[in-house]
């Protein structure tokens, strides 16, 4: 897999070692365009939403990994790396969330290609620490909602820059997204009202959550790491267990990019010392779903996980 993953990125740096020369290779694509759509690229379901969400009729976005899609374990292909090769602009998470992506976005980086990176809108000081060894910092900064108007700020005057001729619409699609994010900070907060405070737990199949536990004062307990490709052990199934029968925790959420053996385990694990622990539902983490399932985009995602949190909470 490791050798795939070199001649994969040898290929991309020949294919595409030209473009480092003559400067923003989009900004003089969205000069000679003369007004088409700026094509990006995103890595992920949350990449390709805020893009959408603020670029508008401006760009066109495909992502690599759609609903339900662990990012933390997906290794791109030929076909991605082609993808990745031909957009204008690639944009991604970063803080190793796409973590078999790094040495791919290192090249990206030494032939020059444009990239919107959504972690650099925060600072040091909005982002959490980890303390396991594959990972610096929690990539999942998407679940802190004031994070995420950041992000899209940061995202509209990237694209001002890219497209200074649109910079009006990048803006204005901005304001009115940042309005919305108003709006369902406003309701993530009434609806964590129905939610006692000695309940406000949130034990999920790995630990996805924690910007969110941060934000609204949740105490959140993941059965895997920050990264999915951290298994958890009997013994750390066989501690949680014990949390929860001695907190009288009612549920435990499965989560739709995450297998749910662990928390099956967990489940079994809890039964077996007297308690009971229902599955409370699934939440949207490293993915968000489809528009099929009414949380296709960010903000219907989350209240999708809000609604979901509170309705077994409660």
Not at 86 to 91: L, Y
Not at 155 to 160: E, H, I, N, P, R
Not at 273 to 290: K, P, Q, T
Request: proline residues 2%; aromatic residues 8%; contains cysteine.
């Amino acid at each position: 897999m490791k050798i795939l993953l070199m001649t994969l990125v040898a290929f991309l740096l020949t294919a595409c070692g030209n473009q480092a020369e003559g400067g923003s290779q989009a900004n003089d694509q969205a000069s000679e365009n003369g007004g088409d759509p700026i094509n990006f690229v995103a890595t992920t379901t949350h990449a390709k939403d805020i893009v959408t969400q603020i670029g508008g009729d401006h760009i066109e976005v495909d992502a690599l990994m759609g609903p339900g899609v662990d990012p933390h374990e997906y290794q791109p292909s030929s076909a991605d790396v082609e993808a990745l090769q031909n957009a204008e602009v690639v944009a991604y998470n970063g803080l190793h969330l796409e973590g078999m992506f790094d040495s791919v976005f290192e090249s990206l980086d030494e032939m020059g290609k444009d990239t919107l990176i959504l972690a650099d809108a925060l600072s040091e000081d909005q982002i959490l620490a980890s303390d396991e060894d594959d990972l610096a910092h929690d990539p999942h900064i998407w679940f802190s909602v004031e994070n995420w108007r950041d992000i899209a700020q940061h995202t509209a005057d990237y694209l001002s820059n890219l497209d200074p001729a649109n910079e009006a619409d990048y803006q204005a699609n901005a304001e009115n997204y940042l309005a919305e994010l108003d709006e369902l900070d406003d309701y993530i907060n009434s609806r964590i009202e129905e939610v006692p405070e000695e309940s406000r737990y949130l034990i999920t199949a790995h630990d996805a959550f924690n910007y969110f536990g941060e934000d609204f004062d949740f105490e959140v307990v993941g059965i895997q790491g920050l990264n999915t490709k951290t298994e958890a052990g009997t013994g750390d199934i066989a501690d949680l267990a014990d949390f929860i029968v001695e907190n009288n925790i009612k549920a435990v959420f499965i989560e739709s990019s995450v297998s749910d053996r662990n928390v099956s385990a967990l489940v079994e694990a809890v039964e077996s010392r007297g308690g009971n622990l229902e599955i409370g539902g699934e939440l949207y983490s490293d993915a968000l779903g489809s528009d099929e399932d009414g949380a296709g985009n960010y903000i219907d995602m989350y209240k999708a996980n809000i609604d979901t949190i509170v309705d077994a909470l409660k």
